[in-house]
């Protein structure tokens, strides 16, 4: 390979870096906002966004307590969460995080959870082994809860019991 090809090739490399760089930060990447929980003030949620090379945004949140223990984190494609999917420069992607985070101003609690067999248009569907008696002795026990909307159809609800944050189920709506 010759000096020049070498030359024009890092160049080349550095300027598609830079546009990617530049993507990124049009599309809302390395933003990262923090919320207590209402229903559970010794518990903060943080909503961030991460960006790779190619410009996808992915966006994490992440539960922890006042010990910094992290109690659930997940990640989602921006592109596939309702609230996040349609940013654009009248409503950046912090505004639609912030959106996301305001379930977090909720005191919900498992007590408003509906019966185990919803058999609603758009029912709650309890997480995945949870059995009928462990579903009703939390909606008895009315633990906190937090739903966030976790995809273009549907919320996902925690109960924060015993100090940890357990997955309850996913609620659905309309898409």
Same mark, same amino acid.
């Given at each position: 390979? +010759?000096?020049? #090809? &070498?030359? =024009? @090739?890092?160049?080349?490399?550095?300027? $598609?870096?830079?546009?990617?760089?530049?993507?990124?930060?049009?599309?809302?990447?390395?933003? &990262?906002?923090?919320?207590?929980?209402?229903? $559970?003030?010794?518990?903060?949620?943080?909503?961030? +966004? &991460?960006?790779?090379?190619?410009?996808? *945004?992915?966006? &994490?949140?992440? #539960?922890?307590?006042? @010990?910094? /223990?992290? %109690?659930? /984190?997940?990640?989602?494609?921006?592109?596939?969460?309702?609230?996040?999917?349609?940013?654009?420069?009248? =409503?950046?992607? /912090?505004?639609?995080?912030?959106?996301?985070?305001?379930?977090?101003?909720?005191?919900? +609690?498992?007590?408003?959870?509906?019966?185990?067999?919803?058999?609603?248009? #758009?029912? #709650?569907?309890?997480?995945?082994?949870?059995?009928? /008696? @462990?579903?009703?002795?939390?909606?008895?026990?009315?633990?906190?809860?937090? !739903?966030?909307?976790?995809?273009?159809?549907?919320?996902? !609800?925690?109960? %924060?019991?015993?100090? @940890?944050?357990?997955? *309850?189920?996913?609620?659905? =709506?309309?898409?």
């Amino acid at each position: 390979m +010759t000096r020049k #090809f &070498r030359i =024009f @090739a890092l160049v080349s490399g550095l300027i $598609a870096a830079g546009t990617a760089a530049q993507a990124q930060g049009d599309a809302g990447c390395g933003i &990262r906002l923090d919320r207590v929980w209402a229903g $559970a003030p010794e518990i903060t949620a943080t909503a961030e +966004t &991460r960006c790779d090379l190619a410009g996808h *945004v992915m966006a &994490r949140l992440s #539960f922890v307590n006042h @010990a910094g /223990e992290i %109690l659930d /984190e997940t990640s989602y494609p921006t592109d596939q969460v309702m609230s996040l999917a349609w940013v654009d420069a009248e =409503f950046p992607m /912090e505004s639609a995080l912030d959106d996301w985070l305001d379930a977090l101003s909720s005191t919900d +609690t498992t007590a408003n959870l509906p019966y185990y067999q919803d058999d609603s248009e #758009f029912p #709650f569907l309890p997480a995945e082994g949870m059995s009928r /008696e @462990a579903y009703d002795n939390l909606r008895a026990s009315a633990a906190p809860m937090v !739903c966030y909307v976790q995809g273009m159809e549907s919320q996902r !609800c925690l109960a %924060l019991v015993d100090g @940890a944050l357990i997955e *309850v189920g996913l609620q659905t =709506f309309p898409g």
